[in-house]
């Protein structure tokens, strides 16, 4: 059963620590999205890349996020330094690149930064 | 820019009644539309989508929403709710580029809540 798998599911740290959450893409799928969750904003897209590369980041705070893929198997979203405002689920997905654009989601990493 | 609204951040109904949640994007060029679910802890699972072929379309768990170009709406529908139901639905649009493929991102609606009362 092909999905995305995301580490770590839950991640608590202090302010000021850098965190990196992983996304293993589904296989054969050659577009990669990170997207925020919280109460206030809901589904916010940070980054996404077509084929490695990375084509929009434009939702992402540069100072301190940074989004890479090393390789057609990883994703990482990286936070340096984090703060309390950083705390919310973040979700991969991936898409094989359809004419239609449609998604597949991870079950996401939960951040609170204390 | 591209924009989904969904109306109400709640709906609230029995269980066997009628589903209804509404989802209209603003486009002047139909996009490519999806509902998704989210269970609790879970991440988003796709519903249905509509990709301009059939405007009423089926998807899973007895749901099916249609398309309805001018009044620019995608609603969400099921004939009968079940207790299982309750989750949070977000419809999604999928701009499209001048040659009708998808731009490739999701642009999300802000999401409504179902619950399903016994």
């Known amino acids: 059963d092909a999905r995305v798998t995301q580490t770590p599911r839950d991640k608590v740290t202090e302010m000021g620590q850098e965190v990196t959450m992983r996304c293993q893409p589904i296989?054969?799928?050659?577009?990669v999205f990170w997207y925020r969750q919280t109460m206030m904003q809901g589904l916010e897209l940070l980054a996404y890349?077509?084929?490695?590369?990375?084509?929009?980041d434009s939702g992402m705070p540069k100072d301190r996020f940074s989004a890479e893929m090393p390789d057609a198997t990883l994703a990482t979203l990286k936070i340096q330094p984090s703060e309390p405002r950083d705390s919310a689920v973040y979700f991969c997905?991936?898409?094989?690149?359809?004419?239609?654009?449609?998604?597949?989601f991870g079950e996401g990493s939960r951040l609170t930064v204390l | 820019a591209q924009s989904v609204t969904q109306l109400g951040s709640h709906v609230s109904v029995s269980e066997g009644a009628l589903v209804l949640l509404r989802c209209n994007y603003s486009s002047s060029v139909p996009p490519y539309l999806f509902w998704y679910v989210q269970y609790p802890n879970q991440g988003l699972q796709l519903l249905l989508k509509?990709?301009?072929?059939?405007?009423l379309v089926k998807g899973i768990n007895g749901f099916e929403a249609e398309f309805k170009k001018s009044e620019t709406s995608f609603h969400l529908t099921k004939p009968s709710a079940h207790m299982s139901d309750a989750a949070e639905y977000f419809c999604?649009?999928?701009?499209?580029?001048?040659?009708?493929?998808?731009?490739?991102?999701?642009?999300f609606g802000k999401g409504t809540k179902l619950s399903v009362k016994p």
């Open positions: 997905a991936s898409g094989p690149g359809t004419y239609t654009g449609e998604l597949f």
């Open positions: 999604a649009v999928s701009p499209k580029l001048n040659y009708g493929g998808s731009q490739g991102n999701l642009i």
């Open positions: 890349f077509r084929n490695r590369a990375p084509l929009d």
């Open positions: 296989l054969g799928h050659n577009t």
């Open positions: 509509y990709t301009s072929a059939a405007t």
